[in-house]
């Protein structure tokens, strides 16, 4: 039992092939661990039947020869996922009791690729927050506790499913990053967590946050489980016109790859004013790492970095505010009934949205809005472009760019949830890829003097993938990270 | 930019969110707090800096004319609120 627990999904693959255990015997394991570990509040729609049956038709694939490259392996997936039949809420009141009658691609890509599903994890209402404390399931809860054991946030939006994969409650999770939302729970949680090229994954059957930052990716618990997972979910859809017809190289192949001779860039203006001593410790460690596995470090430029987040504060809002207009209580969703249908409607989304879906409904509508357009939406597509091209030149000069991933290890649940601009900064360094569609991987990479997961962020070229995962392996092989949160399922602490 | 809770009604009334007297003085607060902070966007000199709207700047692709689906009116129907034959049912519109 506790050998299955601590297996990599790449080890679990040998494992299963070789016959020397089973998808059930390893599903059941996480089942238990499941229990074990509820009060983490990961899961808020367990699936077990459908993962037991699912183990069982994996086992017979690897009987009959006929195993997919993800066969048996138990995954998580974020309530944001669309799931035949089985209850998705994007962890908002609103969508309480909804059960979509189709799969969203990126999972049904990793169902046919022979993946367990474990259940539906906890996030942030409608993907909006970094603590996982908007959920209308309550927060996720990080199975890393501090020094003076304060229960401490998973992380956001993706909080379950960073959480579950650190707690060895899912060997593999999946999440989507709008402005952070897979890096940052991943780094607080100390697992490996990739947010793909915009338009790498088909966001066909996601629920819609910001549709031009969302991207779906994976938490692991190394690179080399990245790679494999991610090379299920990506590739084009057609029922995804921002889907990208790139051709989809095998990922495993590539971690582990020499990074001798790449340039590292490492930008000016990611050292901000007040930032933790222990962030800068981890940086130059990070830096020194690299130098030693034989990259060369360069000193880069990345002028409009401390506009990003007031950038994405208006991008992202403006988009919610419009896809979440669909929330009317009319086709999917609940309804508060009321004489009129305008009545009906304001009673339905006043009583379905929590206060942070409402407060960015409310801001994307302003700058939306008759009068402010040209200031505040314009403006920040204009300094969006900004972002972008300080990348685009960046990258004609290095091979990937290495940051911090947070300001900060993990908070107390609380700490920041009464105020907003507080709790959006925490997402400073990892909002600029979104807005430039690049990829990026936040890797464990070490532990605070209060013995919490520490984070470095890579980011490379878009479609660049590769490298992130030969510059995050090597990160990975120096840093010797090894997982043992207080809180995990017995055997993997 | 201040946002006075007149404005916060006008803003909910536009985005259908039913907002009461005293949450309307607490989000003109918030929200005020959040656009003046916003505001730093004007420090940035966008002079002739075309609007970024999305990463994907190739035109959106096309395909055949072609039904591809059809005949799921009970999956259409099957999460309403409320439903008569094939319709949704809404509150009356038209007296």
Redesign the interface.
Known sequence: MSDLLKMTATQAVFSLSQKEISSIELTNAYIDAMETTSALNNYVTPTIEIAKQMAENADKAYAAGSAGPLAGLPIGVKDLFCTKDTQTTACSGILK??????ESTVTSQIWQSGGVMLGKLNCDEFAMGSSNETSIFGPAVNPWSAKDGAALSAGGSSGGSASSVAAGSALMSVGTDTGGSIRQPAAFCGVVGLKPT??RCSRWGIVAFAS?LDQAGPFTRTVGDSALIFSAMAGHD?KD??S??VSVPNFSDVVNSSVEGMRIGIPGEYHMDGMDDEITRIWKQGRSWLEQAGATIVDISLP?T??AL??Y??IAPAEA?SNL?RY????????V???????????T??AG?GEEV??R???G??AL?AGYYDA?Y?????????I?QDFDSAFNNVDAILTPTTPTAAFELGAKISD??TMYLNDIFTVPANL??IPGISVPAGLSKQGLPLGLQLLAA?FREDRLFSVASAIETQAQFSLAPARAAGELS | MAVDKHAVKKIARLARLQISEEKSELLSADLGNILNWIEQLEEVDTTGIEPLASVNEHSLPWREDLVTDGEINDQVLKNAPETAGEFFVVPKVVE
């Open positions: 009791g909804f059960t979509p009658t189709y915009y338009g031009s057609s016109s921002t990208a017809s409009h401390k506009y007031p950038c504060y208006i505010s207009a009317d209580g009319v086709r999917y969703g609940n309804r009934d009321a004489e009129t249908l305008d009545e009906m409607y304001e009673a989304r006043a949205f409402q407060r409904i409310l801001i509508t302003y809005s505040y314009l403006k920040a597509q204009q300094v969006r472009r900004l972008k907003p601009i430039a569609g878009p």
